[in-house]
């Protein structure tokens, strides 16, 4: 994958493509007439200051908030790099709170992959995008909710509600009213903070229920390097939604029906840690 490139999706909504090569995810801009919501606080002040440089370029409005989508490193590390509120549900400022009281040595990292606080792919995706982290600064949000909320910016607006899922419990999406672009964060991906990655079915139909209520024309994924358009983003939760249902219809056969299609299979895979382990 190339470095990070800027996009415009549509007339209000920017996004700022994610890097694998330190796990930088997609980063996102609603703008109105007035103000800038940021999505995402980025993996590091250096990932958000080159997506702020790109929206300064343009002219866009002032930068007057960051939604988070979910609490995981890369996509709240970098908030600092903002002059701006941070506004996340409950659970996501309550784990930050955690990570901001954290020693971020080399020590103190590997001694939370030993005991199970961290897995060792976020360790090393830390080192690489941070490798001093002595001045490293965890904002914690300060704007707080519970269900969504949303943010006028002044002939345009955006809408950030939680959905949960496997992935994180806390995760929300970010939904541009008018323009329809949806940003996705991590929620559709399995969980990785467990001894194997998972979902589960009953996790994946709840979200697959939560998703529903947004009308879509465009959807962008935490790690996906290009804008699903409404037949693909469509694809994409129907595959979900066929995985659980086969896994349980079908239990460990699902394997069987799965043998043809790489994709299908993995989720079927997961799904299966999930049930057996209770997720």
């Given at each position: 994958m190339a470095e990070s490139r800027f996009q415009q999706i549509s007339e209000h909504v920017d996004w700022?493509?994610?890097?694998?090569?330190?796990d930088r995810p997609a980063l996102g801009a609603v703008h109105g007439a007035d103000a800038t919501l940021l999505v995402e606080g980025g993996a590091s002040v250096a990932h958000l200051s080159a997506f702020l440089a790109e929206l300064?370029?343009?002219?866009?409005p002032p930068v007057t908030a960051i939604a988070l989508t979910h609490w995981h490193w890369d996509h709240s590390f970098g908030s600092a790099a903002a002059d701006a509120s941070v506004l996340a549900h409950r659970d996501t400022a309550a784990e930050l709170a955690?990570?901001?009281?954290?020693?971020?040595s080399d020590d103190a990292l590997d001694a939370r992959v030993r005991?199970?606080?961290e897995i060792a792919f976020c360790a090393e995706m830390i080192r690489l995008e941070l490798p001093d982290r002595s001045s490293l600064r965890i904002v914690v949000p300060d704007r707080i909710f519970d269900a969504e909320r949303r943010v006028d910016l002044g002939g345009a607006a955006a809408v950030i509600v939680h959905v949960g899922g496997d992935h994180s419990a806390d995760s929300c999406v970010v939904h541009a009213p008018g323009d329809d672009v949806l940003f996705l964060g991590d929620?559709?991906?399995q969980q990785l903070h467990a001894p194997e990655p998972l979902l589960t079915v009953a996790g994946?139909?709840?979200?697959?229920?939560?998703l529903q209520r947004f009308p879509v024309a465009a959807a962008v994924e935490g790690h996906g390097d290009e804008v699903l358009d409404a037949a693909a983003?469509?694809?994409?939760?129907?595959?979900?939604r066929h995985a659980a249902d086969l896994v349980d219809a079908r239990g460990r056969a699902?394997?069987?029906?799965?043998?043809?299609?790489?994709e299908l299979r993995e989720l079927v895979e997961f799904l299966l840690v999930g049930e057996q382990t209770g997720g």
């Open positions: 700022f493509t994610p890097d694998d090569r330190t300064a370029s343009r002219g866009r955690v990570q901001a009281g954290y020693d971020w005991d199970g606080r929620c559709l991906y994946v139909r709840a979200l697959l229920d939560a983003y469509a694809d994409r939760l129907e595959e979900l699902a394997l069987d029906d799965a043998a043809g299609d790489p």
